[in-house]
């Protein structure tokens, strides 16, 4: 559409151009088969024309063209009133379009008293009547022309403003195009980042737990009479490991909730660990037991299997007990051990990997991760998150 505008434009510019011309030409053929003077018409006609081509129109020489187009007009009215009729419009347009102000009104006005003057046959007699008609047909040529050529530089401004408008919009899409593209480029970056730090998670919760169990069990089989009891373990969790590995490439959530509600896979998690690493273990659930969004409920399984894994590794306990409430609005995970603690502090600035993938899988669901702790005084961990219900 903006196209077949722009050449409808281009189009009528070049009409425009050639108008006065066509106007002469006609004017001049229409005035030779009157019966006027072929060599005067002639030669003002190739003179009006040669002035028109020539003469420069811009801010300087506008006023001195018009000036001798209104001159050039009245010398080839004197040959016939086609002139009058037809190339008079040129003196109405050029003077609207080259000159300025009053100056417009001043242009317009002299080219309406000789085309009024040519129609009357010549200056109006000196008689009141005569005077008040040549003013008064001058005065409403004037305001004609004037009314309409108004209109027309309005319609200009209105087609230059949507022109400019027109402009600015594509520019304002390039611009889209290129923040779209670099919008792009950075989503896949972070859809990447994102990617890598799902996977570290996922490979610390599964295989570094899962190897973790296995080196303390293979160091108890050589310690221990019944050392087949400790190897069959350690293969036990090579096997639960690689499956929990294959589910992590795939985004699968853990099997454990896939074979029972979170209380239960809890339940079993909690059973194993304190069978495995010889401590006692209890769990309790506190609160109406209802279905959590599947991210809520893998958050809290990691997080208790985070800490247990923390604390079969460095707390040396006797006794770990995991609580599972849930509340109104919130769902609560509570770890607390009797170990041989630490400080959170100096653990925190060391940028241990296990606590902070814990906090930021409590972040990414806008819940708060407290840990408490001591040298010499066990360890507590809370995490609560949001209850969203699955569904």
Known sequence: MTGRLDRW?????????????????????LSLLTGANPWITLGLTALAATWMWLMPRGAAGGAVYVAGLVVLIGALCTQGVWFASFFGFVGFLHSWQYLKGAWRLAGVGATAAISVATYNGGLPEPTPFAIFTYLFFTAAIVAGVSLFSFVGEVTAERSDERRRMVAQLEEAMRENAGLQAQLLVQAREAGVMDERQRMAAEIHDTLAQGLTGIITQLQAAKQAEDWRRNVDNAIGLARESLAEARRSVHAVGPGQLEA????EALEDVVARWGELNGVRADFTVTGTVRPMHPEVEETLLRTAQEALANAAKHAAASRVGLTLSYMGDVVTLDVRDDGAGFDPERVREAGGFGLTAMRKRVSRLAGTLEIESEPGGGTAVSASVPAVARG
Do not use: C, F, G, T
Not at 11 to 26: K, S
Not at 260 to 263: D, G, I, R, T
């Open 9 to 29: 434009e281009r189009l009528l510019e070049r009409q425009m151009a050639a108008a006065p011309y066509v106007l002469l030409a006609v004017s001049a053929v």
């Open 260 to 263: 029972a509600p979170l209380p």
